[in-house]
Structure formats: structure tokens, C-alpha cells
């Protein structure tokens, strides 16, 4: 499910519908896999190096991919929005991308309901 940077993230964007329910008595954070390891893995220190980064990056979504919450988490971090760090499997970076997807298919999804509805009323 991990995609290097180089290609696409529509996977990454997923659908606010397909979170699955949890239990309300435990919040979602309770079963991140995340919370046995530090949290440098997840954030940046100041003045990384790029290829540190990265390394970092890649290890930190490898613990992504394993955790029973990754879904929650990356939707936490997309409605907060969470400015750092990896969530979610997504970096800040990819995490604006989505973003920006998502508001560009929102738009599109309302010009195109507007569209439909001037249509019907001219009809």
C-alpha cells in the first residue's frame, strides 16, 4: 500500500465513508502501533538531512503500514490538519496533496451538482 514519492497518491485519498467505526470508549490512538516506538521516527529534528529524512520517513511508514488505525489516524491528521510529521502512512507533504485533491474534487463534485441542477430547472 506504501508508494515511493515518485508516483501517485490516489490511493492515499481515502474516502471519509470507509473509516471504519471503533469503539467510543477507546479512542482510536489507544491501538496505534506508534505509540511503543519514539516519536523522533515520526517528527523531524531541526536542520535534517534530506537523505535522513527520507530514511526516516520511510521507516516511520513501514510502521504505518502494520497498524490497525492507520486510517484513522491519516483522516486525524488530514481534518486537524496535522502540519508535521508522519500520520497516517502520509508525510506533511503528501498530506497537502491529498488536500488539495480533495478540495479540487469537492469543486468539481459542486459545479457539477450546480450544473445538473440549472439544467433540470431549465428543462
Known amino acids: ?24 470508549d477507546a479512542p482510536w490512538h489507544t491501538e496505534a502501533v506508534c505509540r511503543r516506538d519514539e516519536a523522533g521516527l515520526f517528527f523531524a529534528p531541526s536542520k535534517e538531512p534530506t537523505a535522513a529524512r527520507l530514511s526516516r520517513e520511510d521507516a516511520a511508514k513501514r510502521v504505518c503500514a502494520g497498524c490497525p488505525v492507520m486510517v ?5 491528521a488530514l481534518l486537524q490538519p496535522e502540519p508535521y510529521g508522519v500520520w497516517g502512512g502520509l508525510t506533511a ?7 488539495t485533491r480533495r478540495r479540487r474534487r469537492d469543486m468539481e463534485l459542486q459545479k457539477a451538482s450546480h450544473t445538473a441542477g440549472s439544467v433540470a430547472a431549465a428543462g
Do not use: F, G, I, N
Request: net charge positive.
Open 72 to 76: 484513522e489516524c491519516r483522516e486525524h
Open 1 to 24: 500500500m506504501l508508494q515511493p514519492p515518485h508516483q501517485s497518491l490516489q490511493v492515499a485519498a481515502v474516502p471519509a465513508q470507509r473509516v471504519p467505526t471503533r469503539d467510543q
Open 93 to 99: 507533504a503528501e498530506r497537502r496533496v491529498v488536500l
